[in-house]
């Protein structure tokens, strides 16, 4: 059974399978369609001898090329699952909403030592130590 059972009915297509083989094409399919990947193997095999080597090798490289690979780590919820597919579809997007989450962590950090840099928390430190 595939890693992605919670969010198998919102996904879009396929993964390519990290466990995979040869580029995880086959694996991924099998998971995808819920059966074993021997079976998905022995066609793709018997594709191969029966109808050429190149159409098949080449549709292979190609499946290879438009599915997206397999999440290192399951999603956790949907905001995971999401931000995954904007990854793989749009990495300008992903990269835009890193920015934002570093800038928003930026700040925050910044608060944070202007607090414990300023004179008042020094003084309040000193205060809480006596006492």
């Known amino acids: ?17 990290r466990s ?6 086959c694996k991924g399919l099998a998971d995808y369609f819920n059966f074993p990947v021997f079976w998905a193997r022995a066609i793709a095999v018997a ?5 050429g080597f190149w ?12 599915m997206k690979p397999e999440p290192v780590l399951p999603f956790r919820d949907a905001e ?5 597919s904007s990854y793989t579809t749009s ?9 934002r989450t ?3 962590l930026d700040r925050r950090l910044r608060r944070m030592e202007d607090i414990i840099t300023s004179k008042d928390y020094d003084w309040d430190r000193r205060f809480n130590q006596e006492g």
């Open 102 to 104: 570093y800038d928003h």
């Open 47 to 51: 594709l191969l001898l029966f109808t």
């Open 55 to 66: 159409p098949v090798i080449g549709l292979y490289l190609l499946a290879a090329l438009i």
């Open 1 to 17: 059974m595939s890693r992605h059972k919670y969010f198998q009915e919102e996904r879009s297509g396929p993964f390519r399978s």
């Open 20 to 25: 995979g083989v040869l580029l995880g094409v």
């Open 80 to 84: 995971d699952h999401e931000f995954y």
């Open 91 to 99: 990495r300008s997007l992903a990269l835009q909403r890193l920015k």
